[in-house]
């Protein structure tokens, strides 16, 4: 799925760190997490890591410690395509739109649902940059593929050998996205399969073959919608939303009869002429910074900056340009395009709400190959009364299965950690469908059979066939893939050449917590 000549993915791995301050119990030492710096990541390794319970905080890439955190952090997914509004999330819609076609202001706020939809990731911003890597930029970048095979070529080990050459030649082509075995959702309708009707006998009923008669009603709707989708500003870097894409909004649209209404039906609903606001959704590239996130830069920022003074209580000197940028802006993800993906690319982007043309909102978001991933939402507390974290994550699964339509591997939306000992953050399990990440054998399980054992305990396996292992683990460390003296080698040649005391202990702990592929994939820093 990488574009052609994709660089591979670097990380300096840490080990595990020491507690840090919880930010939901308030435990001054209990947050315990695996870590690693990643200097460049490519979409699907960090697709895969975290589908292994893995979570980026800038460049820094953290997993918790499941059976020692004191408040274990759970992977969610919600399964976007199938996404059902709740009775709250309709209110918070309902209230999006009375602002902004007749200047509702409504102060009560959703007591279901806090504010801040993605309040756990500010607990990561204080320790991700203690482990800041120091490496310099020439140590980081291989030397020639033909220089790399010189070097396997002493391990005398033709199996390894054969591998490293094939994983070159993965590297420098084009990948193929290849859905996950467990990504697949049951009940989807087969797209291949066609149904033909036969024309009735004369008098026996409507002719199938032939368009079904249309109400008046729904056909001035339809081009009540379509004069709106000449006007609806959703925009990617600037660029008018294709017309796939208003086709797809379009269909989703529709009224359908006894259908509960999809979020689709609230967002891209017709305005009057006189609507008192105008709210736009621009999608700009963060990493690498796009001309317009530069142009918009100074003012996403301060928002930023009122935004953690007010909500999180910061200090005026801590929410600084830096912190901003390391925290929020950087990114290891590689920008990434594929001929089956979205047209935006994949990577890390802003998702900026424009009302009356200034920010008032902005959703941190990468666009990987099975997903959309939030990070962080930062909004103008003036504008608290909107439930704006609420209704980000809203347009954020509406924007999900938008890209679905041009990318069909792509398909969730990953809403970062659900945290049950922290009753706060138990709000991210009304978004169903949703899915938890098994901590042992990563697999998913839809979250209202994890629910009655986080009830009996904090930490649960939830894979309930005890003899089931993670298919993922890692069973060859000599394929472990190292980049050391700018030479790429598996971890057997690296460690006939390493002086000094052994490290297999860490590389071991590493290559377990990645998993198998992304350990072959990816390569391990060693000074």
């Known amino acids: 799925m990488a574009a052609a000549g994709s660089s591979a993915s670097i990380v300096e791995y840490f080990g595990g760190e020491d507690g840090y301050r919880c930010g939901y119990c308030k435990n001054e030492a209990g947050n315990l997490s695996h870590g690693m710096w990643a ?11 975290i589908d292994r319970g893995w979570r980026r905080s800038g460049k820094y890439v953290y997993k918790p410690i499941m059976n020692q955190t004191c408040c274990p952090q759970y992977t969610i997914r919600c399964q976007a395509l199938h996404f059902q509004t709740s009775k709250s999330h309709k209110k918070v819609l309902k209230k999006m739109l009375k602002f902004i076609s007749k ?4 102060k009560g706020v959703s007591e279901e649902e806090p504010m801040d ?7 990561t911003c204080d320790f991700a940059y203690k482990s800041e890597s120091h490496a310099s930029q020439s140590e980081l970048t291989p030397l020639s593929v033909d220089h790399t095979e010189r070097v396997e070529d002493e391990d005398k080990d033709a199996g390894e050998t054969k591998e490293e050459v094939n994983a070159q030649q993965v590297e420098s082509g084009s990948l193929q996205i290849c859905a996950h075995k467990d990504t697949t959702v049951t009940g989807e309708p087969s797209h291949s399969a066609k149904i033909v009707h036969a024309p009735p006998k004369p008098g026996k009923g409507a002719d199938l073959s032939k368009p079904p008669c ?3 009603k729904d056909i001035r709707k339809e081009r009540k919608l379509q004069k709106l989708l000449q006007n609806q500003t959703c925009t990617f870097e600037g660029s008018e939303l294709q017309a796939g894409d208003q086709v797809f909004l379009l269909q989703n649209s529709k009224s359908k009869t006894n259908q509960p209404k999809t979020i689709e039906d609230f967002v891209f609903v017709s305005l009057p002429d006189d609507a008192q606001h105008k709210l736009e959704v621009r999608v700009v590239r963060s990493s690498p910074p796009s001309s317009q996130f530069k142009a918009t830069f100074q003012e996403s920022y301060q928002v930023y900056k009122r935004y953690q003074m007010v909500i999180h209580k910061d200090p005026p000197d801590k929410p600084t340009i830096n912190q901003f940028t390391r925290f929020l802006c950087n990114s290891p993800l590689e920008a990434e395009n594929a001929p089956n993906g979205p047209e935006c690319g994949y990577g890390s982007f802003h998702q900026q709400y424009w009302l009356d043309g200034k920010i008032i909102a902005v959703g941190v978001i990468d ?7 939030s990070v962080y939402l930062y909004y103008d507390p003036d504008y608290s009364f909107l439930s704006l974290g609420v209704y980000s994550a809203l347009r954020e699964i ?9 990318a069909p591997d792509l398909c969730f939306y990953y809403m970062g950690f659900y945290i049950h000992s922290c009753p706060k953050m138990r709000y991210k399990g009304q978004y169903r469908p949703s899915d938890l990440l098994c901590p042992e054998t990563y697999v998913w399980t839809p979250i209202e059979q994890c629910l009655p054992l986080l009830e009996h305990s904090k930490y649960c396996r939830f894979n309930q066939d005890v003899k089931a292992v993670d298919e993922g683990r890692i069973k060859e460390l000599g394929r472990v893939r190292v980049l050391h003296k700018r030479t790429v080698m598996p971890y057997s040649v690296y460690k006939k050449r390493r002086k000094g005391p052994s490290d297999e202990a860490n590389v071991q702990q590493y290559a377990s917590l990645v998993g198998q592929t992304c350990s072959e994939r990816m390569l391990l820093f060693r000074s």
């Open 39 to 49: 200097h460049s990541m490519t979409v699907q390794d960090y697709q895969d890591l």
């Open 103 to 106: 200047g509702d202001v409504s």
């Open 117 to 123: 939809s993605h309040i756990e990731d500010v607990v």
């Open 214 to 216: 249309r109400k008046a």
């Open 367 to 373: 666009i990987l190959p099975y997903c959309v991933s």
């Open 398 to 406: 509406a924007f999900t299965r938008q890209l679905h339509e041009k």
